[in-house]
Nanobody, 127 residues
Framework: QVQLVESGGGLVQVGGSLRLSCAAS????????TAWFRQAPGKEREGVSC????????WYTDSVKGRFTISRDNANHMVYLQMDGLKPEDTAVYYC????????????????????WGQGTQVVVST
C-alpha cells in the first residue's frame, strides 16, 4: 500500500514562505509523477504543480508560476513544494498525490489521474 505523508504547512503572513514536504513509502515515487493539489473551503480541488519522476519535467498552474517551486529527491522518496510570495488566495489544504502511470506533460492536472493521496496539510496566509 502506497502511503504519502505531507508536512510543512502552517500560518504565514502575506509575502512569506513555506516549504511543504511529501514523504512516500515503498515505491510510491519510483515511477510516474507526483503532484501537489490544494482545496480551499467551498472550492474544488485544484492542481498546483507536478513533477515527473523520470526526468524532472514540471508543470505549474498559472497562479503560482514564479512563486512556487517543486522538486524531488528520488533516492529518499521525497517531493517538496517551496512556496514564496504567499498570498491570501493560497490559503488551502495542500495534498500530495502520486501515480506510477502519469507523466507531467503540461496539461491541467485532474485529481482522477492520481491513485495515491496524502492526508493533507493546512496552509493559512494571513493579511
Amino acid at each position: 500500500q502506497v502511503q504519502l505523508v505531507e508536512s510543512g504547512g502552517g500560518l504565514v503572513q502575506v509575502g512569506g514562505s513555506l516549504r511543504l514536504s511529501c514523504a512516500a513509502s515503498g515505491f510510491a515515487l519510483a515511477y510516474g509523477s507526483t503532484a501537489w493539489f490544494r482545496q480551499a473551503p467551498g472550492k474544488e480541488r485544484e492542481g498546483v504543480s507536478c513533477i515527473a519522476t523520470s526526468d524532472g519535467t514540471t508543470w505549474y498552474t498559472d497562479s503560482v508560476k514564479g512563486r512556487f517551486t517543486i522538486s524531488r529527491d528520488n533516492a529518499n522518496h521525497m517531493v517538496y513544494l517551496q512556496m514564496d510570495g504567499l498570498k491570501p488566495e493560497d490559503t488551502a489544504v495542500y495534498y500530495c498525490a502520486s501515480d506510477n502511470m502519469y507523466y507531467c506533460s503540461g496539461a491541467e492536472l485532474d485529481p482522477h489521474d492520481f491513485g495515491s493521496w496524502g492526508q493533507g496539510t493546512q496552509v493559512v496566509v494571513s493579511t
